[in-house]
């Protein structure tokens, strides 16, 4: 069927959730100054709606259209990998399948809305807001990290 068919699974899911994800916050949360923000448990985690013009972090706030273009190439690189390339680990595939929903997540944003959306708030921490693009894109990195130490059994002919 499809050469590392997980990549895509994972990517596609991935992806939707995110899109879903903010798409709620958008046409649910008023965006205002203060943000509006609520509660799940307070003091601990918010949804809190904001716009991010910069980069992860809120680095380089006055916005950055170069990180339009970087999502895009990050996006088609990956997705040529796993087309064209060899056929990946399950964790690989994982990885690089999250990674690619999270750069054409926080893509879209960027080239349509010229910010990204951002709603997760863990306040317990003082950590920026963020959204699930971000998580997938380090759920990904941590499964690259896992497949550089799971080794692949070797195959009868290779081993003899």
């Known amino acids: 069927m499809f ?3 997980f990549f895509w699974v994972t990517a596609l899911i991935a992806l939707i959730l ?17 943000p509006h923000t609520l509660p799940v448990i307070p003091g601990v985690f918010h949804l809190t709606y904001v716009v991010n013009t910069g980069a992860a972090f809120s680095l380089f706030p006055q916005g950055v259209t170069w990180l339009r273009w970087l999502s ?9 990998l796993a087309w064209f390339g060899p056929s ?4 690989e595939q994982m990885g ?12 879209i944003d960027r080239f349509v809305l010229g910010s990204v959306v951002d ?9 920026p807001v963020f959204n699930l693009a ?27």
């Open 3 to 5: 050469k590392n068919r």
């Open 18 to 34: 995110d899109r879903l994800t903010k798409f709620l916050v958008v046409y649910t949360f008023p965006l205002t100054v203060p």
């Open 72 to 80: 895009l190439g990050v996006s088609v690189g990956l997705m040529l």
């Open 88 to 91: 990946l680990s399950r964790w």
């Open 96 to 107: 690089y399948g999250f990674i690619l929903s999270g750069a054409v997540g926080n893509g």
């Open 119 to 127: 709603f997760l708030d863990f306040r317990l921490i003082q950590f």
């Open 134 to 160: 971000d998580v997938f894109i380090n759920v990904g990195i941590a499964c690259l990290l896992i497949a550089t130490f799971i080794r692949r059994p070797k195959n009868r002919s290779e081993s003899e």
